[in-house]
């Protein structure tokens, strides 16, 4: 969508092709046919770098809140066809199913990435508002909430951490402090 601070262009990423990608064909900008990867592995890609590189203090990188944002912007595609797994995507609830990715979503809390989140938005085109669609440009915060909701929809969440991850896309979860109750009105030890 247009938008006064988005240049316009096209990406292309050439990558080798790992012999486990599926496929789509698209109709190209020409009008014929194309073959891509198809969306669901690109997803995967998406919270693989969610549950790795972003979450990785040593290599912070702001513009990596793009894949936050992808997976935000997909996320009724997700949830969709998380109703009907493909094999790849069974091989990805496989894969991602572990405190991997809680831990992603609890150090998505971190002020780091708001700040980033905020300094990416406007680079961003802005989506139209629709009933499907009623903010067209999110706040870090709802999508935040919406990335834990689309975890929880396509099943990739362990099942000791649904309830947790269940107030983080209800909005409501807060970072736990350690318990420090054994600390208090103690003296130094001897």
Known sequence: MPHKRVHGGLKLELVPKPNRLSLARVRGLTGGTVQVVDSMEICMGKWEAVCGRLTDTDT???DLIRHPWDLGT???ELAARAQHPSLALSEMIEERCNPDLTDALRK???PYWEAAFDAYAPRMATRP???SNPAADPTWRP???LVAQVALDMNLVPDRDRAEVGEM???QWRPRQPDQTRERGRGPSR
């Open 129 to 131: 508002i629709s009933d």
């Open 108 to 110: 998505l809390h971190d």
């Open 60 to 62: 912070r990188h702001g």
């Open 143 to 145: 999508l935040r909430w």
């Open 74 to 76: 997909m996320s009724e």
């Open 169 to 171: 896309a209800a909005g």
